[in-house]
């Protein structure tokens, strides 16, 4: 257990806001004495179902911020213990009749926790190059990214697993090993590339590529701009942008997460868009918020704010654009698995089903508290491993019964959970993205037309890739020999 500086020659006072927290910018009072304990939020809360404890209730960890602002408790690690344990999956917000606005209350609190915590030299380190370094630059994590491949794809990773020797290191090394996620075989890059509807286009946006989405979801990636290209959008992906800064936020490094949120304005307002898309509820939410991360910023608030009105998950996107009802015919069952930032911060739950209603011969089965989170979660699983591990269990136990041969999310974290799910119980699911099989759709509705065979499909979908790809390079090296020219 780590240990925390509560030197209390470190804590500052703000008119009534502040007596126990040690740092500026803590949760506040205004908002943290909304809550009226009513306890309306305890059963939507997935750590609180688990354990049946209070003090791993959204009531309980709001008691404890309240403790120690009123100074009646040391923010120590038992405090903190329950805070870390915390999903941030956002549900009891969502069902909150006072309005409390928990997202921002526990993203403050861990703020101090991460300023507070007393860690190795090691740990500080680590951490640092992770949070800072690493992902916050997409040719330093696609480098790290690229050996991981070669390390499964040698079966090196394989070989490991079988012979359980990380099992044997103190700590969740081992299972964290076996739980790494299948990568793309080819990333996605955000190269400054446009992709072109046939005609004119209905409608430009930027689409943000993210930090692990591209590295672990190329192939679906590219199925999403496939969507929104065969739909008349032009979809540009400015270079310069960078990680939405959701998981810095998560583990309370606000000041990163900000320098995240100010690349990204400037990468995605210098472009003439109407809108910014993202196939990540995480990174979506993240952006739509950047008015409250950066509303102490001078420069960039008003920035936020115009960026905040441009960005849309891209399930919302095609529901309202609307989209061309595909076509072909997909003869399957599929349920839906609601991701908490779509379905709570953003209350986004029709629009992803409704796409899929759109599909011919798909069978959409709902399944049993499909909101309640199935345990991803920023570094969740990494720092809360056998919490998340419990609420994958579940949450396969509730697509099982479904019966569907297919599970659909809107969420690169709930993907790959679902995956590793999947595989450690044998069950025969695919985990797909609502994009993945419109795009699907779109594909068989060209063969039906045609009436092709399959081995045409396979040839049509390597071209329509190579097609994009060659497409991109041949804007990119065009855009090259433009800067060159004015130069
Ligand atoms: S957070 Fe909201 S729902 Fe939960 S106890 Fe407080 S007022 Fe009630
Ligand atoms: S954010 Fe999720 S895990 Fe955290 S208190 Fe609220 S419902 Fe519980």
């Known amino acids: 257990m780590n240990d925390i500086n509560t030197n209390s020659k470190n804590k ?11 740092f500026s910018n803590p949760p506040l009072e205004e908002d943290l004495y909304k809550c009226v304990h009513c306890g309306f939020c305890l059963q939507a809360c997935p750590t609180y179902v688990q354990t049946g404890l209070e003090t791993e209730s959204p009531r309980g960890r709001i008691a404890l911020m309240k403790g120690v602002i009123e100074g009646r408790l040391t923010m120590n690690n038992d405090v903190i213990d329950h805070w870390d344990m915390c999903i941030q999956c956002r549900a009891c917000e ?13 993203e403050k609190t861990m703020s101090q926790v991460s300023e507070s915590r007393k860690t190795s030299i090691l740990t500080k380190g680590v951490n640092w190059l992770l949070l800072r370094r690493i992902l916050a630059d997409q040719i330093i994590l696609s ?6 491949r070669i390390y499964q794809k040698t079966g090196m990773h394989k070989l490991v697993s079988v012979l359980k020797v990380l099992h044997l290191i103190p700590g969740n090394l081992g299972s964290l090993h076996d739980s790494m996620p299948r990568l793309s075989d080819k990333f996605f890059s955000a190269d400054g590339q446009t992709y072109h509807p046939f005609g004119e286009p209905k409608k430009t946006v930027g689409l943000l590529s993210g930090c692990i989405m591209p590295l672990i979801n190329g192939p679906e990636m590219r199925s999403a701009i496939r969507v929104l290209t065969r739909n008349g959008v032009k979809v540009i992906v400015p270079k310069e942008q960078g990680c939405c800064g959701a998981i810095h936020s998560h583990v309370g490094d606000l000041v990163k997460a900000r320098d995240m949120a100010r690349r990204n304005i400037d990468a995605f307002l210098s472009k003439d868009i109407d809108a910014v898309l993202s196939s990540s509820a995480g ?13 102490d910023d001078e420069v960039y608030i008003d920035k936020a704010k115009q960026l905040e009105s441009k960005v849309k998950d891209i399930n919302e996107f095609l529901y309202e654009l609307p989209i061309d009802p595909p076509k072909g015919r997909l003869e399957s069952s599929v349920t839906y698995q609601d991701p908490c930032h779509l379905a709570h911060t953003q209350k986004i739950r029709s629009q992803p089903r409704e796409l899929l ?15 309640r989170c199935c345990g991803a ?47 450690k119980t044998n069950m025969p699911v695919q985990v797909k993205y ?9 594909r068989a509705e060209r063969i039906e037309n045609e009436t ?29 020999r433009r800067k060159r020219r004015d130069r």
């Open 12 to 22: 500052v006072k703000v008119d009534g806001i502040l007596k126990g927290f040690p």
């Open 94 to 106: 969502d069902v909150c009749p006072s309005g409390v606005p928990y997202g921002n209350l526990i």
């Open 143 to 148: 480098g790290l990214v690229g050996t991981m």
């Open 283 to 295: 990174c979506s939410t993240r952006m739509k918020e950047y008015g409250e991360l950066l509303k």
């Open 357 to 371: 209603k759109l599909i011919p011969g798909l069978n959409l089965i709902e399944m049993r508290n499909s909101d």
């Open 377 to 423: 979660g920023g570094t969740y699983v990494i720092t809360q491993h056998q919490m998340s591990l419990n609420l994958m269990d579940d949450k396969m136990k509730t697509v099982e019964e479904t019966g569907a041969q297919i599970v659909t999310t809107g969420n690169p974290g709930c993907w790959m959970q679902m995956n590793q799910g999947a595989q």
């Open 434 to 442: 609502v994009t993945d099989l419109l795009d699907q759709s779109y």
């Open 452 to 480: 092709e065979t399959e081995s045409i499909s396979i040839n049509e979908s390597a071209w329509e890739e190579e097609r994009l790809e060659l497409r991109s390079q041949w804007e990119k090296r065009a855009g090259d």
